[in-house]
């Protein structure tokens, strides 16, 4: 990632070239569309405030974005909050340096469904970007729940830790206690394409299409790999762009 400041890195940068024009802390409450542009109404931050806009890219997830369309079009605000999703508790994990048997090397690993009861996966912070850890200790992401055990995210922390570091001594060999541990618990994390996903995004744009110049980006319509997420922004833009030359 830019300057090895891992997926915050990219953030900064393409927010860098808006200056004072970015908003932060401001929530968008409502969006109108009318005399042929958008309306999105803010909440919080510098206070209320209404914006005028040509174009428009909802990047948001799909529950966000389906209350936001309820205004502008009932059914595709229906369709986009349908879409599900799975939980996720990431749990920060330091260690002193050679605390583990297994060598630290690479990404991570993942777990095959059958192979653990809470481990979904473990990626080595401090191995993929520099500057995540002090010298002489490693920061390890553990991930518990998803669609496998959505009810872990329930569970006290003491006992969700618990299970998660006796999977992780069964992979990498615990030779030490943590340093340091910190649990984050997402109960909206991953965006679920069942079966229904490609023709309900489908009715979604189809419907949002009547409405000039918006658009909508992000992992709950085109992927959950941050490289899905990525194209889908580009291909927004991309469209947005073509309609201009169109005018």
């Given at each position: 990632m830019v300057d090895g400041r891992g997926p915050g890195g990219l953030v900064a940068l393409l927010a860098e070239p808006?200056?004072?024009?970015?908003?932060?802390r401001a929530?968008?409450?409502?969006?109108?569309?009318?005399?042929?542009?958008?309306?999105?109404?803010?909440?919080?931050?510098?206070?209320?405030?209404t914006l005028r806009a040509r174009t428009q890219v909802l990047a948001l997830p799909a529950a966000e974005a389906g209350a936001l369309l309820a205004g502008l079009d009932p059914e595709a605000?229906?369709?986009?909050?349908?879409?599900?999703?799975?939980?996720?508790?990431?749990?920060?994990?330091?260690?002193?340096?050679?605390a583990t048997r297994e060598p630290l090397r690479g990404f991570g690993?993942?777990?095959?469904?059958?192979?653990?009861?809470?481990?979904?996966?473990?990626?080595?912070?401090?191995?993929?970007?520099?500057?995540?850890?002090?010298?002489?200790?490693?920061?390890?992401?553990l991930l518990a729940g998803g669609a496998r055990r959505p009810e872990a995210l329930a569970q006290p922390e003491d006992r969700l830790v618990a299970g998660l570091l006796a999977e992780l001594d069964r992979a990498l060999g615990l030779?030490?206690?943590?340093?340091?541990?910190?649990?984050?618990?997402?109960?909206?994390?991953?965006?679920?394409p069942g079966r229904e996903h490609p023709r309900r995004v489908t009715r979604v744009r189809a419907r949002l299409a009547r409405l000039p110049?918006?658009?909508?980006?992000?992992?709950?319509?085109?992927?959950?790999?941050?490289?899905?997420?990525?194209?889908s922004g580009a291909a927004a833009a991309a469209r947005l762009l073509a309609e201009e030359d169109v005018r």
């Open positions: 808006l200056g004072a024009a970015l908003r932060l929530r968008v409450s409502r969006i109108v569309f009318e005399a042929g542009a958008h309306r999105p109404e803010l909440e919080g931050g510098c206070g209320s405030d605000g229906r369709e986009a909050a349908a879409l599900g999703y799975a939980p996720v508790a990431s749990v920060s994990l330091g260690l002193a340096a050679g690993f993942l777990v095959p469904r059958g192979e653990g009861e809470a481990l979904l996966g473990c990626l080595f912070a401090s191995v993929l970007f520099p500057g995540r850890a002090p010298a002489g200790h490693a920061l390890l992401t030779r030490g206690e943590p340093t340091f541990v910190c649990v984050t618990r997402w109960a909206r994390a991953v965006p679920q110049r918006l658009v909508l980006a992000g992992a709950a319509w085109d992927g959950v790999a941050f490289g899905d997420a990525l194209a």
